[in-house]
């Protein structure tokens, strides 16, 4: 979606190294999520936050962790303790009031070589 | 345990007629349902939504029906185009939980052949 900026698009690391994946919006809204889409698979949450200064896991949230110090910015750290970091990884945004759809970014695909 | 559920992994149309994507769910909590459009190496884009409190919700070619006793959604699409060949993911969230998060399918693969 315009406005939502995910980068780079490609991405490789060895294996034992964290690397951050970067996720800017110009939207204004107020909410922030990461997820992780393995193949044949829906997506799955690994956090999110809804103010800033504040984050909740999700449902995956083990060997990643995040901040938010700005509104527009919520990077992902992939941390070596992520025991399968290779996936395609997405941020999505929301306002914050009720019933309004998740707008995604393009996505980072990290390959661990 | 997968609370909302694709059982279809791929349908295949011709052009013209209609496309029919099934979605089922578990959480009786869920009170907000979409339909995400996805290509490969691309981030979803939004389609359609529709809120408990309907039954029906239409967008042009894009109509989405909720059967609540069911626990059921379907996402009609009509005419069916070529370019609407894509992986179609439903999606759920419950006012009560944190943050309006999501849960998602696993995906439909639907195909438009000419």
């Known amino acids: 979606d315009g406005g939502i900026t995910q980068s780079p698009k490609y991405l490789f690391r060895k294996e034992g190294q964290n690397v951050t994946l970067s996720c800017e919006q110009n939207l204004n809204h107020d909410a922030m999520y990461w997820y992780r889409q393995d193949p044949g698979q829906g997506l799955r949450l690994i956090y999110y936050s809804q103010i800033v200064n504040d984050f909740q896991k999700g449902d995956i949230a083990e060997g990643y962790s995040v901040s938010r110090e700005k509104k527009e910015s919520f990077p992902l750290t992939v941390t070596s303790a992520q025991k399968n970091p290779t996936a395609f990884y997405l941020c999505?945004?929301?306002?914050?009031?009720?019933?309004?759809?998740?707008?995604f970014g393009d996505g980072t695909r990290l390959s661990i070589l | 345990d997968q609370q909302v559920k694709q059982n279809s992994p791929s349908l295949s149309v011709q052009e013209g007629r209609i496309s029919i994507l099934n979605c089922d769910y578990t959480n009786s909590m869920f009170d907000y349902f979409l339909w995400y459009k996805k290509y490969p190496a691309e981030g979803p884009t939004f389609l359609i939504s529709?809120?408990?409190?309907?039954d029906k919700n239409e967008d042009g070619r894009f109509t989405v029906f909720l059967n609540k006793s069911a626990k059921h959604l379907s996402l009609h699409i009509v005419p069916s185009q070529p370019g609407d060949s894509a992986v179609y993911f439903c999606?759920?969230?419950?006012?009560?939980?944190?943050?309006?998060?999501?849960?998602f399918g696993e995906g439909t693969q639907l195909t438009v052949n000419p």
């Open positions: 529709i809120s408990s409190i309907k």
């Open positions: 999606a759920a969230s419950a006012r009560e939980t944190s943050g309006s998060r999501l849960t």
């Open positions: 999505a945004t929301k306002l914050r009031t009720a019933n309004q759809p998740q707008h």
